[in-house]
């Protein structure tokens, strides 16, 4: 189960920090990230951490970050200068293993968390 917080509404240029925890019994996280869904818009890869690596979105390079400094079943994503274009609900996502399946890897994702930019 991911269980995510953060989110809210906030004006152009302003910062929001996203933040998810996965609960339960862990085997392996492959990697943890967010993804993005804007009304009438597919769901968007926004940034992953894998194995120390991360990749983002051009959209978004520069302005967010994407972190474990919560620990490694935690990932935050830091928003700094949102754009009006940024809204969206932000969705986080963990593919890992269970002991019960430490072979079969899962893909969860979150409830999704509501983030609006706009004066």
């Known amino acids: 189960q991911l269980v995510e917080s953060g989110g809210g509404l906030v004006q152009p240029g302003g910062s929001l920090r996203l933040f998810c925890e996965v609960l339960?019994?862990?085997?392996?996280?492959?990697?943890m990230g967010w993804y993005r869904q804007a009304p009438g818009k597919q769901r968007e890869l926004v940034a992953l951490?894998?194995?120390?690596?991360?990749d983002y979105a051009d959209s978004v390079k520069g302005r967010f970050t994407v972190s474990r400094d919560g620990g490694e079943n935690t990932v935050a994503l830091q928003m700094n200068d949102l754009k009006p274009e940024d809204t969206a609900v932000y969705f986080c996502?963990?593919?890992?293993?269970?002991?019960?399946?430490?072979?079969?890897?899962?893909?969860?994702w979150g409830q999704g968390t509501q983030v609006t930019v706009s004066s």
């Open positions: 339960g019994s862990i085997f392996r996280i492959n990697h």
């Open positions: 951490s894998s194995g120390g690596s991360t």
């Open positions: 996502n963990a593919r890992l293993s269970t002991p019960e399946n430490p072979w079969v890897p899962a893909n969860l």
